[in-house]
């Protein structure tokens, strides 16, 4: 991309304003396995992270990185199974999701950053305690309750080990695996670690980074805001299915909680980030209590 020296001008101009409002504050950005697809693009998403830390905000990133277990589990010949958005996880299927997150994509992550000038520190739950987790039991409306496996619901995180790091200029990038009370790993669904993780640190944004211009109707179209009573009737349709329900159940709970905006936005989009926190171009959905 080439700007000339007056856009540059017009760019900062208009970044300025939310500057100044974002100073200081806390946003946390959920970076998801499907959004990870090309290299230019997680360059370009390494690049907005480092830039969002120089000017004064606290970007802490949360990884998925559900495309990249599945291209492991296939090598080792498993076949990745979902309900409800959440991975069937037995105990080699867990191996292969800590291998994956807490090694492959969360030191690529940090070693991006820190290419770019940032002082990244990856982290699981494991590290510090920080993400206590029990097992996770679905609920069906034919089945009963359904037992996946090695996966956990989030029972409470430590802000400290991420307040700490903030405090000293680093840029958290946090693997989500849980760990309960005899040390085991637990399978946890990134968006809900980062909505939990959000309203935890009392951020003033959660942004999802997906693969899809934000939440979309039966037609394809863009739904660009979202309310509680809305998202009831999308889920109770059917229009919402799949990886999102997890994601707009976290979003919806982190509004609740008072996390002030919350969107989930495209990644695909060059420097969608920065396009969404510094600029009026509002990208995708904005999710809402009320
Ligand atoms: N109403 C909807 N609008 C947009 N995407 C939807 C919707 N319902 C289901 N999806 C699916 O949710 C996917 C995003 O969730 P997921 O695959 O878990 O992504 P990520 O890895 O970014 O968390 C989309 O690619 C799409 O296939
Ligand atoms: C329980 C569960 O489903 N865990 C997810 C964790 C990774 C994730 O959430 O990755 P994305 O954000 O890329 O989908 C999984 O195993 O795929």
């Known amino acids: 991309m080439t700007v000339t020296s007056s856009e540059q001008a017009q760019i900062l101009a208009e970044a300025l304003p939310y500057i ?13 396995g499907n959004a ?20 004064g ?60 000038g940032g002082k990244a520190v990856g982290l699981t739950g ?6 206590r987790a029990k097992k996770l039991f679905l609920k069906s409306p034919d089945a009963g309750v359904i037992d996946i496996g090695q996966v956990g619901e989030i029972e409470s995180i430590d802000p400290s080990l991420v307040s700490l790091l903030d405090s000293q200029d680093f840029i958290p990038v946090v693997a989500p ?25 009392k951020a003033e944004k959660l942004l999802l980074m997906t693969n899809t211009p934000g939440v979309l109707d039966k037609q394809g179209n863009l739904l660009t805001k979202l309310t509680a009573k809305r998202i009831d009737e999308l889920f109770a349709d059917g229009t919402i299915s799949g990886g999102m329900l997890p994601k707009i159940s976290s979003a919806l709970d982190a509004a609740k909680s008072g996390v002030n905006a919350v969107h989930i936005i495209d990644g695909r989009v060059p420097h969608a980030l920065l396009l969404e926190i510094l600029t009026e171009a509002g990208v995708g959905t904005m999710i809402r209590a009320e």
């Open 20 to 32: 100044r409002q974002f100073a200081g504050k806390t946003l946390v950005i959920k970076y998801g």
């Open 36 to 55: 990870m697809t090309d290299d230019k693009l997680k360059e370009g998403f390494a690049q907005d992270v480092v830039m969002l830390k120089l000017v």
């Open 57 to 116: 905000l606290n970007p802490v990133v949360v990884h998925g990185g559900g495309p990249q277990i599945n291209e492991l589990l296939e090598k080792v010949g498993k076949q990745g199974e979902f309900i409800q958005g959440m991975r069937v996880t037995d105990s080699e299927t867990m191996d292969v999701v800590e291998m994956v997150l807490g090694g492959l994509v969360n030191k690529e992550i940090v070693s991006l950053i820190n290419k770019h």
């Open 126 to 131: 494991k590290d510090g305690h920080f993400i």
């Open 177 to 201: 695996i849980g760990v309960g009370l005899d040390g085991e790993a637990y399978n946890i669904n990134a968006d809900l670690v980062a909505g939990k993780l959000a309203e935890t640190l």
